[in-house]
């Protein structure tokens, strides 16, 4: 269960946090947000690396995944999250977000040998009837499926569940890999690439900051915190070990959690579509845990 409660911790830091990047999002935009989130993430690593593990030597391919899981689901991947969280909202844009279980399932079988059980797979199931009851509710809200949106989130899906795959082929080269060397890692892949697009970065980011005003700002940087540092920390922790579709699955956590914030916000109590998700994901959660007859 351990591996599994990491994972849920690691999906409530990241939708508390979703909440202010969407904000942050429509403020400035997706890359200065994912930027800040970045540079949060790597000085949050560096610190933690240096205080509490001893470098891994890994063979070149090792340190290739991680670089390239940093690049491909930091740099390119949340770039679309976050500008699906400020186009569609934090709910919506996390919701598709557990569709993943399908892509780093299909990995899981092909790549590690990992099997999925009757129940694993009504698990699946359940989640992702737990997404259509979210985007039924939504799309009935707003009368717009908004097609190029959804689009844009699904590609940010696909290139976060691309990371989760290398980052776990890194893994595969040498299990003794702690989770704050993997996450520093991956953050110089993805700070590669804003460096590449725009060399002065870190100084226009300090200068944002700087015109801010300090609530703020301290906003802005506890979200980085707590959705970059905390939950990458939580979730690669729990990717070690893990059944990689079982993991992911638990990121219905996300949207859900985020919708009761929203509707505590707006006073609302939550309606049929909403307690009809929480019933389907806590069928998904039950058969989770049914152990294999293997």
């Known amino acids: 269960m351990t591996p599994y409660l990491l994972a849920i911790g690691a999906n409530l830091c990241f939708g508390t946090a979703s909440i202010a ?17 970045v ?26 995944y991680l670089l390239a899981s940093g690049f491909v689901g930091l740099f390119f991947g949340d770039f679309f999250l976050f500008r699906s969280l400020a186009e569609l909202g934090p709910s919506r844009t996390l919701v598709l977000y557990t569709f993943e279980p399908l892509l780093v399932g299909v990995y899981g079988y092909v790549f590690l040998h990992q099997g999925l059980s009757p129940f694993q797979i009504l698990a699946v ?17 707003t009368g717009s499926f908004g097609i190029r949106t959804f689009a844009f989130a699904f590609l940010g899906v696909f290139l976060d569940a691309v990371g989760v795959m290398l980052s776990r082929q890194a893994y595969e ?5 702690g989770p ?35 609530r703020g700002r301290w906003t802005a940087l506890g979200a980085c915190v707590m959705g970059t540092f905390v939950s990458l920390s939580l979730y690669l922790s729990a990717l070690k070990t893990a059944h990689v579709a079982t993991l992911t699955a638990i990121s219905i956590t996300s949207p859900v959690w985020v919708s009761l914030i929203e509707h505590a916000r707006a006073r609302e109590w939550p309606n049929r579509y909403l ?20």
């Open 21 to 37: 990047f969407s904000d942050y999002a429509r403020r400035f935009s997706a890359t200065w947000v994912n930027q800040l989130k």
């Open 39 to 64: 540079s949060i993430a790597f000085i949050g690593f560096l610190l933690t690396f240096l205080a509490f593990e001893s470098f891994i030597p890994l063979p070149p391919a090792g340190h290739a």
């Open 125 to 141: 199931l359940c989640m992702i009837a737990c997404v259509l009851t979210f985007m039924l509710e939504r799309n009935r809200q």
């Open 173 to 177: 080269q040498d299990a003794g890999l």
């Open 180 to 214: 704050f060397q993997v996450n520093l890692t991956r953050a110089i892949g993805a700070l590669a690439g804003f460096l590449f697009m725009s060399p002065k970065f870190p100084w226009l980011l300090v200068q944002d900051l700087n015109k801010m005003a300090p």
């Open 275 to 294: 307690w009809t998700a929480f019933a389907l994901f806590l069928c998904g959660f039950i058969l989770m845990q049914v152990p294999s007859s293997s």
